[in-house]
């Protein structure tokens, strides 16, 4: 790099901030929770910078929990909340600089992240630990999350400490510490209008670039080409970076549940399963398509096809707010097990299939996962040992699969088939919606699309 010449980067346009009410109503909540469950202070901190190597870092990402709380994307922040009868909004975040931000751009500073994220006080990272030990001082609880970074752990024990070393003088060290992570968990699962206005956004980006790379698979192209084309999708549009590596299985690859080397040539004859999905303003989407390669399904991929849409479209049916977290998996399941002994996969009776979990050797993941922040988003999936009923507002994929790899039991036709139809779905208060549904899935559609674009 050479030497900067520019000034300080410029102020940014305050339009790019989010709306910032529903993480000003977010941190009330928490601390509305907090206060009924004994009140006390609420320390968080985002994520910290890592090396990629020498002096390279990774794209910096922000930590979920942060984030969801202050719309704040800078990293060397903490939040600290005080619950009681004169609640407080606390930031900690870098101080201006002048020189770095020549190097790495502008930065808020407390000033400006106080007036603009709406906090009641903001300091300098630098002023944490003379200040945390005040906060804490004559608090019942501290909630925070421990365990997952043995450097915070060790910031949030010497500032608890310091207050116990301060008893002879009267003051009263918190006597518990709560898991602020699990209660942020039961917020976070059930989003806000806000949440899922942007999940749409991603959803339809999303779909889109699944679109794209339809249009754009041939023989003889390689996995990584069609890669290019999710990314050139995802960034032009607007989000941010994929929201996990993207799978790009080209034949046998596709009966590699998390394969990600993506640099195998795709073959006439042979399917593709893509998934992949962006994310946008911290929310994730997540979208499986599986389509041939030449853009026409030959009779065995169909069947096989066919039973796993069907496996998708019972599991959408069961997602309702009510039926249990499990629901939709086993409808899934059922019509799997049947479509696995129709074509000659499996012998039995359709109960004896699913009591033995014969059918785990070609379905051997679950048919969803919670969707938000985070692919694999926060929140239990049982309460008090028994599935959760799903309510209005919850967010999860659906995405059932067949992986039929070589076998001297398995008919050779169907051979490295592998295929996994996968959407993300809105409980609704009498179902569900699929807001990636903009994908094509069906073998007409994605055959009259991949047709379209050859013959254009």
Avoid at 6 to 14: I, L
Avoid at 262 to 272: A, E, K, P, Q, S
Avoid at 331 to 345: C, F, H, N, Y
Wanted: aromatic content about 8%; some cysteine.
């Amino acid at each position: 790099m050479n030497a900067p010449t520019s000034p300080a980067s410029p102020r940014p346009d305050f339009a790019q901030v989010p709306d910032l009410a529903p993480f000003r109503a977010r941190r009330e909540r928490l601390l509305a929770r907090m206060q009924a469950a004994g009140g006390g202070v609420a320390v968080l901190p985002t994520a910290p910078e890592r090396i990629r190597n020498r002096d390279a870092h990774y794209l910096y990402r922000h930590d979920s929990y942060f984030y969801y709380l202050t719309a704040f994307r800078e990293p060397e922040a903490v939040v600290v909340l005080v619950a009681g009868e004169q609640p407080q909004q606390i930031l900690f975040c870098r101080e201006k600089n002048e020189e770095r931000e020549i190097w790495d751009g502008y930065r808020y500073g407390p000033d400006a992240a106080c007036e603009v994220f709406g906090f009641d006080e903001a300091w300098t990272i630098g002023d944490l630990e003379k200040r945390l030990p005040d906060y804490l001082a004559d608090q019942p609880l501290v909630w925070a999350s421990l365990g997952y970074d043995s450097a915070w752990d060790a910031t949030v024990l010497d500032a608890l400490n310091s207050v116990r070393g301060k008893a002879r003088s009267g003051i009263v060290p918190p006597h518990s510490i709560r898991d602020l992570r699990a209660e942020l968990d039961e917020m976070r699962l059930v989003k806000d209008a806000a949440e899922l206005a942007t999940m749409r956004h991603a959803a339809q980006i999303s779909a889109a670039a699944h679109c794209r790379a339809m249009r754009a698979t041939r023989p003889g192209r390689f996995e990584y080409e069609i890669e290019a084309e999710l990314l050139h999708a995802f960034r032009s549009a607007g989000s941010q970076a994929p929201a996990y590596t993207s799978i790009v299985a080209g034949g046998a690859n596709a009966c590699v549940l998390h394969y990600i080397d993506n640099d195998h040539l795709l073959r006439d004859g042979d399917l593709l399963l893509i998934d992949a999905g962006c994310e946008l303003d911290g929310y994730a989407s997540d979208i499986t398509r599986t389509f041939p390669v030449n853009g026409r399904f030959s009779t065995a991929q169909r069947e096989v096809y066919e039973t796993v849409l069907a496996a998708q479209h019972a599991a959408r049916e069961a997602t309702r707010p009510g039926a249990h977290w499990n629901a939709p998996h086993e409808a899934a399941v059922k019509v799997l097990a049947q479509g696995m002994i129709d074509l000659g996969l499996l012998q039995g009776s359709l109960d004896g299939v699913i009591e033995s979990n014969a059918y785990s050797r070609f379905y051997m993941h679950r048919t969803g996962h919670w969707l938000g922040m985070d692919v694999h988003d926060a929140g239990e999936y049982k309460l008090g040992g028994e599935w959760r009923p799903l309510a209005e507002g919850m967010v999860l994929t659906i995405e059932p699969g067949c992986y039929i790899r070589p076998a001297d039991d398995v008919p050779e036709h169907l051979w490295n088939i592998g295929i996994r139809i996968e959407d993300d779905a809105v409980v609704t208060a009498d179902g569900c919606e699929l807001i990636t549904a903009d994908a094509p899935k069906t073998v007409a559609d994605i055959e009259a699309l991949m047709r379209e674009a050859r013959d254009g």
